[in-house]
DNA sequence: CGAACCTTTGATAGACCTCAAAGGTGGTGG
DNA sequence: CCACCACCTTTGAGGTCTATCAAAGGTTCG
């Protein structure tokens, strides 16, 4: 693709490029691709070679792992400025899927290239183990959740996730649009008891439901449904 | 406590400690206490603030996570050369329990040394970092297993695991005694559904139950009650 | 031997997955 | 512009799975 950013202006300024020397990211920069992606298109394929590390320019991304048949367990929601394929850095082949949520454009390294980077930059490194450690803990927390809650916990949880991930508007519309597939991957159910649950928690005033969205009424309502007591939230 | 080794002439030969040039390893000499744990004993407290950052020098301890009332939802089983705690080292307080399920000897290194090696010790940054990688996977994978697989599934790869961690002696018995209530809280069940699961094995002639101990007869037969045919096993 | 604790097994009730049907929504082409 | 189709959502009914309760049998240890 032409007309290619550099990092070094990249507006996203969470972004772990950011952590390099500029001289490193200088002389990377003719390593690096951009890719647009349609809304629902995949990025990348579980079980697949791991090319690239990659990071979200702009748009929203799930990520996801294989189940039975033709289910899935999405373990993570991303948006622009995040690290992505970075579970596939210590392996040869892609441990997750990924697809967008929406128009997206995604910047890609070659493996070897990151590698090399990581070798050049302490930073970095040091960084990415941090996150690495935050992202452990997430996905400790919801290996819990997904064993201890109920259905309505999980829900609500999921909710509560998205809200911080991704957050919600002026008009508290949740920032994302997913179908009640995504919501149940997620949260680890059924599209059918997620409509449910989300009906009720719409009848008891914690919710509204648009046409395509969702209104958060009361967020404190809906961290109360969760284990959020105990110790909970996650780290974003 | 006295005699305390070097970590130079530790047999431990998998430990990060390793990783470390022999100057910074000598130079930490000092900063190392050991301590010893009765099996059954709590080493880490969830919650609490985060100290120092461990390795399991002998014995074998479980890695847990508080759920409801006196519910807990183990995440990890670990053993000699282990690195333990560093699942807190990007934050104050531990996001984790452990306990010893053997009696153990545990080393420990106050958080801001270890620190000070990461920041001096490029390999062992790395390492470490493709270790969170490769622990995220794990956890990743049974965040997906508690969502999708059955009771029976759960178990099946429940004890799949313990034979990739502890492995099972000449006759076949797992290295590790741990009560029904254990596997339970690894597996995210009970322990009357966990009983009831390994007498159907034990009927089916994949395992033979001895009084304290698990014989498997037939890990073959047990992968094939997993998802593991999707591609599945945990990395160790 | 007795007490405490763990394991096994059965019975029961409730939660949740699946199936099914009806109602919405959006897109396409006549 | 409307009709039609495909797809998603909602809701209900039915059946299965599993957590819980309960009781009996084992095991360990003082």
Redesign the interface.
Known sequence: MKNINSCLTCINENCFIKSCSPSWIQRIKGEKTEAKYKKGQQIIF??TSVESINFIYSGKVKVF????SD?H?I?KFSKSGNILG??G???TIS??SASALDDSVICSFPRHVFLDL??NN?DL??N???F??????N??????N???MNVREKTADTLCYLIKVYGADKYKTLNVCLSRQDIADFA?TTKQQVSKTLSDFKREGIIDLDVKNILILNEQKLHAQT?VH??SSYKY
């Not at 792992?65 to 039975?68: A, S």
């Not at 690495?132 to 803990?137: K, M, Q, R, S, V």
């Not at 996905?139 to 819990?144: A, F, G, K, N, Q």
């Open positions: 579980e079980g792992k294989n189940g039975y289910k367990q373990v970075h579970r850095i210590n392996s441990p997750i990581l070798q302490q490194t040091f990415l183990l941090m690495f450690a935050d992202e452990l803990y996905s400790e927390v919801r290996e819990r997904m064993a201890h680890g284990l105990i110790e």
